[in-house]
């Protein structure tokens, strides 16, 4: 695995800005795929302060936000799923 591209990251911030700016129209779906994209970037910054010798608080912090952010993009493909069509319903 190697380091999160910077391409990468600044594409998973301007979908959040692009969210941000819709508001709660903003649908359930759109938001489970990026809170995905955003759980999978913040997983590989995890990985990657594990092997390159970060502290153990760093690295568990990382871990943690990551482990957050799929948690929130799985309750969002629920509420989806669900036909819960804005975060509003």
Same mark, same amino acid.
């Given at each position: 695995?190697?380091? #999160?591209?910077?391409?990468? #990251?600044?594409? #998973?911030?301007?979908?959040?800005?692009?969210?941000?700016?819709? =508001?709660?129209?903003?649908?359930?779906?759109?938001?489970? *795929?990026?809170?995905? *994209?955003?759980?999978? #970037?913040? @997983?590989?910054?995890?990985? =990657?302060?594990?092997?390159?010798?970060?502290?153990? @608080?760093?690295?568990?912090?990382?871990?943690?936000?990551?482990?957050?952010?799929? @948690?929130?993009?799985?309750?969002?493909?629920?509420?989806?799923?669900?036909?819960?069509?804005?975060? @509003?319903?």
């Amino acid at each position: 695995m190697t380091a #999160v591209p910077a391409a990468q #990251v600044s594409a #998973v911030l301007a979908w959040a800005a692009r969210l941000a700016a819709a =508001g709660p129209a903003a649908g359930t779906a759109e938001t489970a *795929a990026y809170l995905t *994209a955003k759980a999978a #970037v913040l @997983e590989r910054i995890a990985a =990657g302060r594990a092997r390159g010798g970060w502290s153990p @608080e760093d690295v568990t912090a990382a871990a943690e936000t990551a482990a957050r952010a799929r @948690e929130a993009a799985g309750t969002a493909a629920l509420a989806a799923g669900a036909g819960i069509t804005t975060l @509003e319903d």
